[in-house]
C-alpha cells in the first residue's frame, strides 16, 4: 500500500514541477558550497602598521591582497594591467604578476610591509614598500623592466632616486617593457 501511494503522490506533482524543485535543491547546495569554500567574511582592516604580514593572493603585478583582508598597492611604480574591469590585458602585464608571486614567494607568502607619507591610494588601498629580506619588490619590478617609476606622488625623494635609477638600468639593458619586444607590440 505504501508502495502504491508514494507513486501516486508523484504522479499528483506534474513533472515540471519536480524539475523545477530539484534545480531550485541543486542551486542552493551550490551556492552553500561557495559560501563555505569562502569561509567567514571579513572586512579589511581600517588601519595597517608596518610589519610583517602573510599574502593571501597575489591580485597582478603592483597589487596584493593580505591574508587580513587589506590591499596593498606598491608605492611609487606601476605595472601593466592584467585584471582591470573592461580593459585589455596589457603587454608585461602577466610576467609582471608572476614576477611578484615568485617574490612573495622566496618570503614563504610572508612580507615586510614599510608605508610613507600617503598611506592609502584613492581605491582605499594601503600604499607601501613590501620587502622580503633585504630586496624591496617595488624596486625589482622597475629594474627587472616589468614596471615603470612613478614619480608624480608624494612619497620619498630617496625612493624616487632609487627607482629612478632601477628604470634607468632597465631601459639601458633593454629589459621587459624597454625591450624591442615591447615596442614591437606598441606599433601593432
Do not use: C
Amino acid at each position: 500500500m505504501s508502495r502504491r501511494r508514494s507513486f501516486s503522490v508523484a504522479r499528483r506533482v506534474p513533472y515540471r514541477r519536480r524539475r523545477a524543485l530539484a534545480i531550485v535543491l541543486v542551486l542552493a547546495a551550490l551556492v552553500v558550497v561557495r559560501l563555505w569554500q569562502q569561509g567567514p567574511s571579513r572586512a579589511p582592516p581600517e588601519t595597517l602598521g608596518e610589519g610583517t604580514y602573510h599574502v593571501e593572493r597575489v591580485v597582478d603585478g603592483d597589487t596584493l591582497l593580505l591574508a587580513n583582508g587589506a590591499r596593498v598597492r606598491l608605492q611609487g611604480v606601476d605595472t601593466p594591467e592584467t585584471v582591470k574591469p573592461n580593459y585589455p590585458v596589457e603587454p608585461f602585464g602577466p610576467e609582471a604578476t608572476e614576477f611578484t608571486r615568485r617574490f612573495v614567494a622566496q618570503g614563504n607568502g610572508t612580507v615586510r610591509l614599510q608605508f610613507d607619507r600617503e598611506r592609502l591610494d584613492k581605491y582605499g588601498r594601503f600604499l607601501a614598500y613590501v620587502w622580503v629580506g633585504d630586496r624591496m619588490l617595488n624596486e625589482e619590478l622597475v629594474r627587472a623592466g616589468l614596471a615603470t617609476a612613478e614619480l608624480g606622488y608624494r612619497y620619498s625623494s630617496t625612493m624616487k632616486t632609487r627607482f629612478r635609477r632601477a628604470e634607468e638600468e632597465a631601459k639601458a639593458a633593454a629589459r621587459g617593457i624597454w625591450s624591442s619586444r615591447a615596442a614591437a607590440s606598441d606599433g601593432l
